[in-house]
Nanobody
């Protein structure tokens, strides 16, 4: 079973930065499209950023210019660099891995990000 383990969340002041990491077990990481999602209390889960197997990225409008997604296939890890954080970025952030087309689809357990002064 493939496991995704997120890390790097925490409490940060508005305007601050965090880098989330998601380590993926197994030997098929390079074949997965990867994504970061978030879910705030009382809201639906939304996709924040995605990166294809070829390295193409897509960011939600709400985070463009502030967040960056990247992947390191040698380390089986995907990153979400977050800067200029706002209180509305507060949420549990989840890592997702899937094949295209979606034959397998995996989720991590999430990491809490809280932006508050």
């Amino acid at each position: 079973q493939v496991q995704l383990v997120e890390s790097g969340g925490g409490l940060v002041q508005p305007g601050g930065s965090l880098r989330l990491s998601c380590a993926v077990s197994g030997s098929s990481f390079s074949s997965y499209a990867m994504g970061w999602y978030r879910q705030a209390p009382g809201k639906l889960r939304e996709r924040v950023a995605a990166i294809t197997t070829g390295g193409s990225t897509n960011l939600a409008d709400s985070v463009k210019g502030r967040f960056t997604i990247s992947r390191d296939n040698a380390k089986n890890t995907v990153y979400l660099q977050m800067s200029s954080l706002k209180p509305e970025d507060t949420a549990v952030y989840y890592c997702n891995a899937h094949t295209t087309p979606i034959i397998v689809n995996y989720w991590g357990r999430g990491t809490q990000v809280t932006v508050s002064s």
